[in-house]
T-cell receptor
């Protein structure tokens, strides 16, 4: 299994600013994913990030709002841009390695936008 | 849109088996059923997955009906630490042919002493 860490674990931000969330995996993985979990809700996939290619965004999510980087096989970042209170959520990173059938999740980043 | 439906909540006595049902009547032939759980304020934890056959691991058993339209997750001896939201999920392929988990609303399981 992969161990995933995220930074920051939580943050409180002002509207109109941007926050970059980092996701570090302890082993090389092929695919990384970014999810959003709004209060009391289930998980919604934002995008899939493969190393060496542009991220694939799900319907309702755009690169200008949620730019993603994937510079190597163990690291990814998600930026939440021009934040509004509606962006207050838990943001989760997960990974799926070659030969794995399951995704492993980080602990999440709890974002509050005032 | 979620491809699974689950009861919103269930209770179970400590030490007894917890049987969590899930309906996935629109599942396609090559789509897997996954189960994850999420303990409060933590990231989701993988439990088990299957395609057609019943599966068992150290955490749980997964029973899939022959028509694959429903499944049941069984925690054989529930403990207080099993209190969590349990998600039944269908894994599909998205437009980019990447594997994608479709999350439903989950079942909040309360294990009582």
């Amino acid at each position: 299994s992969a161990v995933i860490s995220q930074k920051p674990s939580r943050d409180i931000c002002q509207r109109g600013t941007s926050l970059t969330i980092q996701c570090q995996v302890d082993s090389q993985v092929t695919m990384m994913f970014w999810y959003r979990q709004q209060p009391g809700q289930s998980l919604t996939l934002i995008a899939t990030a493969n190393q060496g290619s542009e991220a694939t965004y799900e319907s309702g999510f755009v690169i200008d709002k949620f730019p993603i980087s994937r510079p190597n096989l163990t690291f990814s970042t998600l930026t939440v841009s021009n934040m509004s209170p509606e962006d207050s959520s838990i943001y989760l990173c997960s990974s799926e390695g070659l030969g794995y059938n399951e995704q492993f999740f980080g602990p999440g980043t709890r974002l509050t936008v005032l | 849109d979620a491809k699974t439906t689950q009861p919103p909540s269930m209770d179970c006595a400590e030490g007894r088996a917890a049987n969590l049902p899930c309906n996935h009547s629109t599942i396609s032939g090559n789509e897997y059923v996954y189960w994850y759980r999420q303990i409060h304020s933590q990231g989701p934890q993988y439990i088990i997955h299957g395609l057609k056959n019943n599966e068992t691991n150290e955490m749980a058993s997964l029973i899939i009906t022959e028509d694959r339209k429903s499944s049941t997750l069984i925690l054989p001896h529930a403990t207080l630490r099993d209190t969590a939201v349990y998600y039944c999920i269908v894994r599909v392929r998205n437009a980019g042919n990447n594997r994608k988990l479709i999350w439903g609303l989950g079942t909040s399981l309360a294990v009582n002493p």
